[in-house]
């Protein structure tokens, strides 16, 4: 019987310190077979600290693939407590290439509760791009309890602008138990929008 992804078997294998370094899937002819993200069988190898800094893809012809987000291998760097600061991708070359939502590498920023406050996205030539929703950065705040407070999408002139969604700024509000009361959303000048349901 075939799972959801197209394939009957998925078999892992561990390195000594119990990390996750490769994972097959096998058709019901016991025969390697391609799941629904693309691709045979995927390796991964792990920092000194057992983050994951590398995963690859591989086709039946255990040559790199080009997974359903358009690259064959991602790529990791984190800082000092493990949080990922920048991830990267990359093609059945070696070289950078797009992910299937619009950008060759995100960045990241955290406050120092380990909450994301800043994400940048970049193209293939190392300069800012806008993502499949339609903004280049974004900035997040928070309240004390580590609630999301607010979020605003800029483009690559640094200027807030509108996504996809149809907002440039969503804020939320809270009572003094922390239940969730009040979203907002507002456009690019910083004017109320009215969201469709």
Not at 2 to 15: H, T, V
Not at 60 to 77: M, T, V
């Amino acid at each position: 019987m075939l799972s959801k992804q197209n394939f009957a078997e998925l078999r892992r294998e561990y390195d000594a310190w119990g990390n996750l370094v490769k994972e097959s899937y096998w058709g019901v002819d016991r025969k390697l077979t391609l799941n629904d993200d693309g691709y045979a069988y995927m390796r991964c190898k792990y920092d000194y600290h057992g983050n994951r800094t590398n995963e690859s893809y591989y086709g039946l012809d255990d040559q790199p693939i080009l997974s359903k987000y358009g690259c064959a291998e991602f790529r990791w760097k984190r800082d000092q407590c493990g949080r990922v600061k920048m991830e990267s991708y990359y093609d059945v070359d070696g070289q950078r290439t797009l992910h299937a939502n619009g950008y060759a590498e995100t960045q990241c920023e955290y406050d120092a509760y380990g909450n994301i406050i800043k994400q940048l996205y970049y193209g293939v030539d190392g300069q800012l791009k806008p993502n499949i929703f339609g903004f280049a950065q974004m900035q997040c705040e928070y309240n004390t309890r580590g609630y999301l407070l607010k979020v605003v999408v800029y483009g690559v002139d640094g200027k807030p602008c509108l996504c996809t969604g149809g907002f440039a700024k969503k804020t939320w509000t809270y009572d003094i138990k922390g239940k969730l009361i009040r979203i907002d959303f507002y456009d690019a000048e910083g004017k109320t929008v009215q969201m469709k349901p």
